[in-house]
C-alpha cells in the first residue's frame, strides 16, 4: 500500500523498504507464565505518521520482524475522514500480514493544545478499531513514560535513548526511526508485562476482554 512505509529487518541484515510496514520481536518470560512464541504488533499513533513495529517473544530472545510507519499525507491535510481511512486500512494491513497475537497502543494524555490532543485521540480511536476489528485482537496500552521507563530505565529519555535502546535491544544494524522506535518500544514493554497480565488474568474471574488497569495501563 502507498500510504505504508514499511522496513523488514534481520539481524546482521540491512534492512529492506518494501510496500507495507510492520515490526516484530520476541522477549524474556518466567517459564509457562505466557505464550511462547508470541508476535505483538506495537502501534505509536499519530495523525500525520502512525508507527508501528512487530515482534516475536518467545523465552528470553527477541526477534525483530519489521517496524515502519503510515503515512496519511496522501489526503487533503483538512480532510480528516480521509486521513483516519488511511490509518485503518494500513493498520488492518498490518494485522491481516502478520497476524499478531496482541497489540499494544500507546494512551494519549491532554496537552497544551487541546486540539492536537482531539486529532490525534481519533488517530488513536482509528488504529485500534482496526486492531480490534471483527477477531477482536487483545489490545494493552501503555503511557509513553511506561515504555521509557521499561526501555531505557527513566521516563524522561530522549527520543534518540528509545532508538539506541530499541537498537540495541533487538540487535538491529541501524537504527529505527523515531516513530518506528516507540511502536517497537510499545511491544517490548508489553512483552515484559504480558507474563504480569497473564497472573493476573489466572488469578480473577475477569471476563475476556473486560477492563483492568496495571500501574497505569490499560488491557481489554
Known amino acids: 500500500m502507498d ?3 514499511n522496513a ?5 541484515v540491512a534492512v529492506a523498504a518494501i510496500a507495507a510496514g510492520v515490526s516484530h520481536a520476541s522477549i524474556a518470560r518466567p517459564a509457562d507464565a505466557w505464550p511462547a ?5 506495537g502501534i505509536d499513533p499519530g495523525l500525520q505518521r502512525t508507527g508501528f513495529g512487530v515482534i516475536d517473544a518467545d523465552g528470553a530472545a527477541l526477534r525483530y520482524v519489521a517496524s515502519g510507519t503510515i503515512g496519511t499525507q496522501e489526503a487533503a491535510r483538512g480532510n480528516l475522514p480521509a486521513r483516519l481511512k488511511l490509518i485503518v486500512d494500513g493498520v488492518a494491513e498490518l494485522r491481516a500480514t502478520y497476524q499478531p497475537d496482541a497489540a499494544s497502543v500507546e ?3 491532554v496537552n ?4 492536537s490532543t482531539l486529532l490525534l485521540g481519533q488517530a488513536r480511536g482509528a488504529a485500534l478499531a482496526a486492531l480490534v476489528g471483527a477477531a477482536g485482537l487483545p489490545v494493552t496500552e501503555y503511557t509513553a513514560l511506561q515504555m521509557k521507563k521499561a526501555i531505557v530505565g527513566h521516563g524522561l529519555a530522549t527520543k534518540p ?3 539506541e ?19 517497537l518500544g510499545l511491544a517490548i514493554t508489553h512483552a515484559h508485562a504480558a507474563r504480569h497480565f497473564a497472573a493476573i488474568g489466572a488469578a480473577t474471574a475477569l471476563a475476556p476482554r473486560s477492563h483492568a488497569r496495571f500501574k497505569g495501563g490499560r488491557t481489554y
Open 107 to 109: 494512551i494519549v494524555f
Open 37 to 41: 512464541g508470541m508476535r505483538i504488533l
Open 161 to 163: 535513548q528509545v532508538q
Open 8 to 12: 523488514a529487518m534481520a539481524t546482521g
Open 165 to 183: 535502546m530499541v537498537r540495541r535491544l533487538l540487535q538491529l544494524p541501524g537504527l529505527p526511526g523515531k516513530d518506528a522506535a516507540d511502536a
Open 112 to 115: 497544551v493544545n487541546p486540539q
Open 3 to 5: 500510504h505504508v512505509a
